[in-house]
C-alpha cells in the first residue's frame, strides 16, 4: 500500500516558516530576553562572541520547535520559556564547536567566531554556554527534562566524534552515516519537541509523538543540508559551497555516488574524500558525477520521505494552527534546497 503525501511534500504549495513565528512570536520574546540575560558575563568578550553567533541571523527552529509543540498540546504556562532558550544554547554551544574542528570561515554568510577571535577563546566560550544551559535545566526542577536534554547533549558530542572518524573514509555506508546524523543533529531536534510534552504533564505516547516528528525533521534537515553543498552558492547557503567536498565529509550524496560509479569513478571519489582531489576544478567535476548518477536527487528525496515521517507522527494530536505550522515547517526545512 502506498502512503499518503502531505500536499506540501508533493510541491503543491509553497512552503514557509512565517506560521511557525507568528504562533509563538509573543513566547519567543520571552525567549529572547532569557538568551539575551544568560550570556552576560563579567568577561566582555563572553557576550560579544556568543552575540556573534546568536544575533548572526539563525531561524532558531529548535527553540521554535519546542514552543510550537507546547501550543499544540495547549499549555499555558511558562516553563517552556526557559527550556526553549536551553536548546538554542546548546545549538550554539555545538556551533561554535564544530567551527573549530571544521576549521569554518563562514556561517549564515557571516565570519565565525574562531576566524575573528581565535579557536581558544571559541571553544571556551561554547563551554560556557553549554554551563548555562544545564543551569536553565537545573532551574527547571525536572528530572525528566533533566534527563531528555543531558542525554541529547551527550549524544550530540557521540554524533560529532563518530562524523570526526569517518571523516576521510570512504567506505563509511548509508546506514553508519544515518547513525551519524541522527546522533548529531536530529537529537536536538527531537528532544527539543519532546520536553514540550514533558512541561505539559502529557504521557508518554505523546512524548514518543513529539521525539519522532523532532527526529524525523531532523534527519530531512541535515538531508538537505548535504545535499545542497553540492548544488547550491555560497550566498544561498551562507557557507563557502563544497566545502564538505573539500573536508572529506561522506555525505550521502557521495556514499550513493560511490556505490553507483564504475571503476574509475570510484577512484576519483577516494582519491577526493581522502584529500588528493580537492581543486575546484575536482569539484566541478564531482557535482558533474552527482549530477549524472542523481545522488542529489535521491537524497533530497529521502530527505522528503523523513519529512511525511515526521508529519504522520503529528496525526494523534488534533488539527489546528499549532499543528498545520508544525506540518508546513516540515516543507520549509525540505524546501530549502530548491
Same mark, same amino acid.
Given at each position: 500500500?502506498?502512503?499518503?503525501?502531505?500536499? %506540501?511534500?508533493?510541491?503543491?504549495?509553497?512552503?514557509?516558516?512565517?506560521?511557525?513565528?507568528?504562533?509563538?512570536?509573543?513566547?519567543?520574546?520571552h525567549?529572547?530576553?532569557?538568551?539575551?540575560?544568560?550570556?552576560?558575563?563579567?568577561?566582555?568578550?563572553?557576550?560579544?562572541?556568543?552575540?556573534?553567533?546568536?544575533?548572526?541571523?539563525?531561524?532558531?527552529?529548535?527553540?521554535?520547535l519546542?514552543?510550537?509543540?507546547?501550543? %499544540?498540546?495547549?499549555?499555558?504556562?511558562?516553563?517552556?520559556?526557559?527550556? +526553549?532558550?536551553?536548546?538554542?544554547?546548546?545549538?550554539?554551544?555545538?556551533?561554535?564547536?564544530?567551527?573549530?574542528?571544521?576549521?569554518?570561515?563562514?556561517?549564515?554568510?557571516?565570519?565565525?567566531?574562531?576566524?575573528?577571535?581565535?579557536?581558544?577563546?571559541?571553544?571556551?566560550?561554547?563551554?560556557?554556554?553549554?554551563?548555562?544551559?544545564?543551569?536553565?535545566?537545573?532551574?527547571?526542577?525536572? /528530572?525528566?527534562? %533533566?534527563?531528555?536534554?543531558?542525554?541529547?547533549? #551527550?549524544?550530540?558530542?557521540?554524533?560529532?566524534? &563518530?562524523?570526526?572518524? #569517518?571523516?576521510?573514509?570512504?567506505?563509511?555506508?548509508?546506514?553508519?552515516?544515518?547513525?551519524?546524523?541522527?546522533?548529531?543533529?536530529? #537529537?536536538?531536534?527531537? &528532544?527539543?519537541?519532546?520536553? !514540550?510534552?514533558?512541561?505539559?504533564?502529557?504521557?508518554?505516547?505523546d512524548?514518543?509523538?513529539?521525539?519522532?516528528?523532532?527526529?524525523?525533521?531532523?534527519?530531512?534537515?541535515?538531508?538537505?543540508?548535504? +545535499?545542497?553543498?553540492?548544488? !547550491?552558492?555560497?550566498?544561498?547557503?551562507g557557507?563557502?559551497?563544497?566545502?564538505?567536498?573539500?573536508?572529506?565529509?561522506?555525505? /550521502?550524496?557521495v556514499?550513493l555516488?560511490?556505490?553507483?560509479?564504475?571503476?574509475?569513478?570510484?577512484?576519483?571519489?577516494?582519491?577526493?574524500?581522502?584529500?588528493?582531489?580537492?581543486?575546484?576544478?575536482?569539484?566541478?567535476h564531482?557535482?558533474?558525477?552527482?549530477?549524472?548518477?542523481?545522488?542529489?536527487?535521491?537524497?533530497?528525496?529521502?530527505?522528503?520521505?523523513?519529512?511525511?515521517?515526521?508529519?504522520?507522527?503529528?496525526?494523534?494530536?488534533?488539527?489546528?494552527?499549532?499543528?498545520?505550522?508544525?506540518?508546513?515547517?516540515?516543507?520549509? &526545512?525540505?524546501?530549502?534546497?530548491?
Open positions: 500500500m502506498t502512503a499518503t503525501v502531505h500536499p %506540501l511534500l508533493s510541491g503543491a504549495a509553497t512552503p514557509s516558516l512565517d506560521p511557525l513565528v507568528s504562533l509563538i512570536a509573543a513566547d519567543m520574546n525567549v529572547n530576553a532569557e538568551i539575551l540575560a544568560r550570556m552576560q558575563s563579567e568577561v566582555p568578550l563572553i557576550p560579544e562572541l556568543a552575540g556573534h553567533l546568536i544575533a548572526g541571523g539563525g531561524k532558531r527552529m529548535r527553540p521554535m519546542t514552543l510550537a509543540c507546547a501550543k %499544540l498540546l495547549g499549555y499555558g504556562g511558562t516553563r517552556h520559556h526557559k527550556l +526553549a532558550a536551553t536548546v538554542e544554547f546548546i545549538h550554539t554551544a555545538t556551533l561554535l564547536h564544530d567551527d573549530v574542528v571544521d576549521g569554518s570561515g563562514m556561517r549564515r554568510g557571516k565570519r565565525t567566531a574562531n576566524l575573528i577571535w581565535g579557536n581558544p577563546a571559541t571553544v571556551l566560550v561554547g563551554d560556557f554556554l553549554f554551563s548555562r544551559s544545564f543551569e536553565l535545566m537545573v532551574e527547571d526542577g525536572s /528530572l525528566r527534562v %533533566l534527563r531528555i536534554l543531558s542525554s541529547a547533549s #551527550a549524544i550530540i558530542a557521540e554524533g560529532e566524534v &563518530a562524523q570526526l572518524t #569517518a571523516q576521510r573514509r570512504i567506505e563509511t555506508d548509508e546506514d553508519r552515516y544515518l547513525r551519524i546524523i541522527d546522533a548529531k543533529t536530529a #537529537a536536538l531536534f527531537a &528532544a527539543a519537541c519532546r520536553i !514540550s510534552a514533558v512541561v505539559a504533564e502529557r504521557d508518554e505516547a512524548e514518543l509523538a513529539l521525539d519522532s516528528y523532532g527526529r524525523n525533521l531532523g534527519i530531512a534537515f541535515q538531508l538537505v543540508d548535504d +545535499a545542497i553543498d553540492y548544488a !547550491s552558492d555560497g550566498t544561498t547557503m557557507k563557502d559551497t563544497g566545502d564538505d567536498f573539500r573536508d572529506g565529509k561522506v555525505t /550521502l550524496p556514499i555516488a560511490h556505490a553507483r560509479g564504475d571503476e574509475t569513478q570510484r577512484r576519483f571519489w577516494k582519491d577526493a574524500i581522502e584529500g588528493r582531489r580537492t581543486s575546484d576544478e575536482d569539484l566541478a564531482a557535482i558533474r558525477l552527482l549530477e549524472e548518477i542523481g545522488a542529489v536527487a535521491d537524497t533530497l528525496a529521502r530527505a522528503r520521505h523523513y519529512g511525511q515521517r515526521a508529519i504522520a507522527a503529528l496525526g494523534r494530536f488534533p488539527d489546528g494552527r499549532a499543528k498545520s505550522a508544525l506540518i508546513e515547517a516540515v516543507e520549509f &526545512a525540505v524546501a530549502r534546497a530548491y
